[in-house]
T-cell receptor, first 115, second 111 residues
Framework: GAVVSQHPSRVICKSGTSVKIECRSL??????MFWYRQFPKQSLMLMAT?????????EQGVEKDKFLINHASLTLSTLTVTSAHPEDSSFYIC???????????FGAGSRLTVL | RKEVEQDPGPFNVPEGATVAFNCTYS??????FFWYRQDCRKEPKLLMS???SGNEDGRFTAQLNRASQYISLLIRDSKLSDSATYLC????????????FGTGTRLKVLA
């Protein structure tokens, strides 16, 4: 149980385009989801907390107009990287709290490459 | 100072060896602690939570020292399949999921 599905797993796009990444909780409801970014050989860094039915909470230094988060239902959060540039190339991972447990379950991640 | 610090390694050990990783955290108000495992280009997966009294899961033993603000992970009888990056994770808020990740320690178990 507590499966988080993330799609797409890999995306390559041209500079200036927008990319949408989906994160779904398959067998449970998630009022909160989290979006992380991981650059090569670096730690996961929390970008924002996605809240169902309300605005996301962004971490310091993360541009909310560039990384649009929508959490329209209890099972789906989306991250849209707008006007992507090569420096946005990274591994983006979503997670959700496992019901009844004090742990996070992670999606498989989305590797974004911006050319 | 980083909030969660780990030796990046790599630790290269032969099969069957015992290896220990340490992690220190800076926020004394941290509430809960975990070890996650991350394989190359994959998502982190929970290895084990870390409890104040220490806990063991098969070949893996985790310890927490709140006074010194460090966490350890001991792996006995290393297997080739243990090769991965081990992430020390600290939750700094009660009732929240404000997870802070260490940069990870890379382990290579050699045949």
């Amino acid at each position: 149980g507590a499966v988080v599905s993330q799609h797409p797993s890999r995306v390559i796009c041209k500079s200036g385009t927008s990319v949408k990444i989906e994160c779904r909780s398959l067998d449970f409801q998630a009022t909160t989801m989290f979006w992380y970014r991981q650059f090569p050989k670096q730690s996961l860094m929390l970008m924002a907390t996605s809240n169902e039915g309300s605005k996301a909470t962004y971490e310091q230094g993360v541009e909310k107009d560039k990384f649009l988060i929508n959490h329209a239902s209890l099972t789906l959060s989306t991250l849209t990287v707008t006007s992507a540039h090569p420096e946005d190339s990274s591994f983006y991972i979503c997670s959700a709290p496992r019901p009844g447990a004090n742990v996070l379950t992670f999606g498989a991640g989305s590797r974004l490459t911006v050319l | 100072r980083k909030e969660v610090e780990q030796d990046p390694g790599p630790f290269n050990v032969p099969e069957g060896a015992t290896v220990a990783f340490n992690c220190t955290y800076s926020n004394s108000a941290s509430q809960s602690f975990f070890w996650y495992r991350q394989d190359c280009r994959k998502e982190p997966k929970l290895l084990m939570s870390v409890y104040s009294s220490g806990n063991e899961d098969g070949r893996f033993t985790a310890q927490l020292n709140r006074a010194s603000q460090y966490i350890s992970l001991l792996i006995r009888d290393s297997k080739l399949s243990d090769s991965a990056t081990y992430l020390c994770v600290v939750n700094i808020g009660a009732g929240t999921y404000k997870y802070i990740f260490g940069t990870g320690t890379r382990l290579k178990v050699l045949a």
